[in-house]
């Protein structure tokens, strides 16, 4: 039976190889990174939102979620006493006529 000895040598040099070519690759990504006049389209993940932003969009979601509860509210009320919305309308519209109605929010209940 004979002995076959592993290339050692040979598979060390291949792995220092591959090593250097690795770090060759890296360094050059980072010097297209630090280049100013890179054209490269690198992703960044997404935009970061400024906190007026998310302000805003709770604002909205806010108000959003006011008018669904109030539009529940009103249908409810409808329902209740068998008003159609048909009268609501000309309820509205005669109050408005006369300046008997007024067109701002009220305070939220608490």
Known sequence: ??????????????????????????????????????SLDIPTGPPVRSLAALEEE???AQAEGRHQEFTRRIEALLNEYGIPHAELTELIETLLEHGLWQEQAPAPRT
């Open 58 to 60: 709770d604002t909205q």
């Open 1 to 38: 039976m004979t002995y076959r000895k592993a290339d050692k040598p040979h598979n060390e040099r291949n792995k220092l190889r591959q090593f250097k070519d690795l770090d060759d690759a890296f360094s050059k990504a980072l010097q297209a990174l630090d280049d100013p006049n890179n």
